[in-house]
């Protein structure tokens, strides 16, 4: 289908096209080459095709209207923040010994339970985030996260 100096792929048919699937054995060899190491070819062909599967959402989000572009992009910061969120209280979780029983309830809640939040670009210095706490969690479960985030900015400062 193509070579390492006229490397192409197959962006609007399925990842594993036979074209892609090509490509995947010309990216494969040549990455190996260019590390000079011996590598898991497995892994290397999955990274490349989870990396394709981006490439493909984000040639499909370029070609819809500029609204619909800046709302998923919206989404994906949001989502972003959650997960950052997330695995912050997590890794307090792991590393202080009185928070270590909760690991597996903060596990449990994962990502998608985190606060979400919205901003707003009011006065021109920037975003301004407010939290949104979802309508189905109890208070209570914010006020214990909120421990989280004290110990955290503890140890940071």
């Known amino acids: 289908c193509c070579t390492v100096d006229n490397f192409r792929i197959d962006l609007i048919g399925p990842p594993q096209s036979p074209w892609n699937m090509s490509a995947a054995n010309v990216f494969v ?21 989870t990396r394709l599967k981006t490439l493909k959402q984000d040639f499909k989000l370029a070609k819809k209207p500029k609204n619909e572009q800046k709302s998923r992009n919206t989404q994906k910061r ?8 997330f695995t912050q ?48 969690r109890a208070p209570i479960v914010g006020r214990w996260l909120q421990v989280f985030d004290s110990v955290n900015l503890k140890r940071r400062q």
């Open 29 to 49: 060899a040549a990455f190996e080459q260019f590390q000079g190491l011996e590598m898991d070819l497995k892994i290397v062909k999955d990274a490349f095709f």
């Open 78 to 85: 949001r989502q972003m923040r959650k997960r950052t969120l």
């Open 89 to 136: 209280r997590y890794d307090i979780a792991l590393q202080d010994p009185c928070l270590q029983r909760h690991l597996e309830l903060l596990g449990r809640l994962g990502v998608d339970r985190m606060s979400s939040d919205e901003s707003d670009e009011e006065d021109g210095s920037g975003p301004v985030f407010r939290v949104r706490r979802p309508n189905w």
